[in-house]
Structure formats: C-alpha cells, structure tokens
C-alpha cells in the first residue's frame, strides 16, 4: 500500500506532477537519460530493468514532487561512491514495505526522527549497502552521512493535505551554493524561483543580461542585491533549467 493520496480535487504535494525528465536532468546535473532511467526504468539489450525511485514503471510524461526529491538524494552518489543501483532500488523498495509510503525518504518522520534513522539503517543493512544513507557510531548511535545531512539542510518541511496530516518537504534549496533560490512546486511550476519572492530566477537574470542595474532590480522587487547576484550565478550554471 503506498500514500497517493487525493483530498477532494487537491492532489497530496508529493504527487503533484512539476519536472519533465529532462529538467531532472537539468536540476540535478546528471547525464541526459539518467532521471528517465531512475524514476522510470529502462530496457537494455533485451533486458528490462525496474525504476529505482517508482515502484514500478508507469505511463506518464512528467515526474512528481515526490520522485524529484528521492531522485535528488540519490544523485549525491552519482560521482563518488559509484552504488549499485540494484542495492539502491533493494533499499527504495524495504523502505516502502516497511513505511507504507511511496516516497519514504520525503517525509520528517523518516528523516528528522531516531525512529527513521534506525529504520534506514535497517534497510540499508539487509539491501548489503555500505554506509551511504546512515552510519552507526559509539553506543549504538546512528547518524546519517553527509549527503543526507545536506539534503536535510536544503529541505523545507510543512504538513500535506493528507488526513494524517504528515510534514513532508515542501520546498528546496535548488542547488547548493545557492541560498537564496528554492525549488517549490506551488510557486511557478516548480522553476527556480528567488527565496520570499514569487519570481523565477531566470526573470531577474533575464533583466541584468539585458543592461539593467543589479541595483535598480533589486529596488523594483524588494529584494537585496545579493539575492539578484545569486540568481544571476544560478541562471548561468544552469542555463537550460531557469
């Protein structure tokens, strides 16, 4: 059993479509097709191999909220550490029988409580994972690694419309390095936007690009000049996605 979860005609933050495959991509600097084959699975010399973040491979176009954060946290061991993504697909799928949560590593429960360390650290131990998500130190105390403690930074938690009325995330940092610049998907789209303001990074860039003064932009939209400054230095990072 898994949380989608309709509430009258709103759809439960996480399963709110926002991300094309390819804006993954973009988002989460990986190599073009990699979100498509994590969030959807994929067929290689005759073989199909199961999604690693859906349970299964479904027809749609658009990733949710939802895939996009546990597609986010499993792009911090894209470049270092070089995890099987069969163990990563075991643990995603322990995970989920044990929570009853399609998206378990979303969730405050999961993430901010002892209870969910121990029970990542469970899973991860019977998915024969080394210490990737959490590590246990003296006395039986377990922690997590340093790629989930700064996703955990990065997170915004504020309750779902689910009757449970779980805290889930909310809200991103868009990139690290980049404070200023959240990924939410009830402000526009999901795209970029600059923090307390309901305006796309990509419009202030736009602007400066065009001969505006950094100063007089950040006159017109009440913001500081270093939110201009960051929003500008995100656009140029991420060209394609702002």
């Given amino acids: 059993m898994c949380d989608r979860v309709i509430v009258g005609d709103e759809v439960s933050l996480l399963h709110r479509p926002v991300y094309t495959y390819a804006q993954v991509d973009r988002l989460l600097k990986l190599s073009s097709g990699t979100a498509r084959r994590w969030i959807q699975g994929y067929r290689r010399r005759g073989v199909n191999y199961r999604p690693v973040v859906r349970p299964g491979t479904i027809d749609s176009t658009w990733v949710v909220w939802g895939e996009y954060i546990e597609a986010r946290l499993l792009s911090e061991w894209r470049d270092t550490d070089n995890v099987p993504m069969h163990n990563l697909r075991r643990i995603a799928d322990s995970l989920r029988a044990e929570t009853g949560l399609e998206f378990p590593l979303a969730y405050h429960q999961t993430l901010m409580q002892p209870l969910g360390r121990e029970m990542v650290w469970r899973a991860q131990q019977d998915s024969e994972l080394p210490d990737d998500f959490a590590t246990e130190v003296g006395s039986g105390q377990i922690v997590w690694t340093a790629p989930v403690e700064r996703f955990i930074e990065a997170a915004t938690f504020q309750p779902d419309v689910t009757p449970e009325a779980r805290r889930l995330i909310a809200e ?28 796309r990074a990509a419009t202030i860039a736009a602007l400066v690009a065009a001969g505006e003064d950094p100063a007089e932009v950040a006159r017109w939209y009440l913001m500081s000049e270093d939110q201009v400054d960051e929003a500008v230095r995100y656009v140029e990072s991420h060209p394609r996605v702002a």
């Fill in 172 to 199: 991103m940092d868009a990139d690290d390095g980049f404070p200023h610049i959240k990924l939410n998907p009830r402000r526009r789209g999901g795209e970029p936007v600059v923090h307390g303001h309901n305006v």
